[in-house]
């Protein structure tokens, strides 16, 4: 429509200035599906990209949800990936996966970076059936369950055994004691679900005149339960153990359920 004089400015058109029955399903269409976009800036409200797969290629800020969709009947998955740099997903929003016209396929694969501990799945994060790789730092509070958690140490410690004992570093240990010479006592902080898991270690003494020594688990005095385990050092001599002893470094390592 032309004017005489100044046009109308230009504003946002609304479905108020669209007349009813005037646009029809036959009017509307999809553009095609890009192999790939770039994901990257602030998503403060709900959004949906058309892909194959996504390229984060800057941080990102999920303030509400951003579903990352495909049309096709192949039931592949959206892979989900970094251009190469270290990049930050942060947010109160979620990212999912879905499909068009076709039984949904709720999995992205091929992301790296770092897990915080406010990751949440629906209705629980899994990574039991994860295939492949995953590559970055895992935050302190990432935790893993069934195949994957068997795979993964349950619990650890590296005490001081000699005078004042203590606890160098550890993970999911709240305490050690020094139950007698050469034996030590080290209490889960997360008691294990199970007695029947496994544990490894080794002591370091501090006297070349000792010989050999070795390390035993679940010791007698302390049984192994699901909330603690017992330690014991001894020196050995020729074929024979002999008393117990005090090492300098004590070490253990527990897998299990």
Known sequence: MGYIGRGQPDRVLTSADIGEGAVTLADISFTDQP???????????????????????GDVTIGDGLILAKLASDGDSVTLTS???????????LIEANTIAQSPN???????????????????????????????TLNSNTTFSGDAGKKTAKAWVNLNGTGTVGIRDSFNVSSITDVTTGTYKVTFATPMSSSNYASAGGVLGNSTSWGSTFWLAGYNSVPQSTTEIGVNSRQVTGNAYGASIDCDSVSIIVFGD
């Open 106 to 136: 709720q999995s992205l694969t091929g992301m790296t970076g770092e897990l915080g501990s406010t990751i949440t799945g629906s209705p629980a994060l899994s990574l039991d059936n994860t295939i492949g790789t995953f590559e970055g």
């Open 35 to 57: 192999a790939n976009v770039n994901i990257t800036g602030d998503y403060p409200k709900q959004t949906m990209r058309l892909c194959d797969n996504a390229t984060v290629t």
């Open 83 to 93: 251009d190469g740099s270290n990049r930050t997903i942060s947010g109160t929003g």
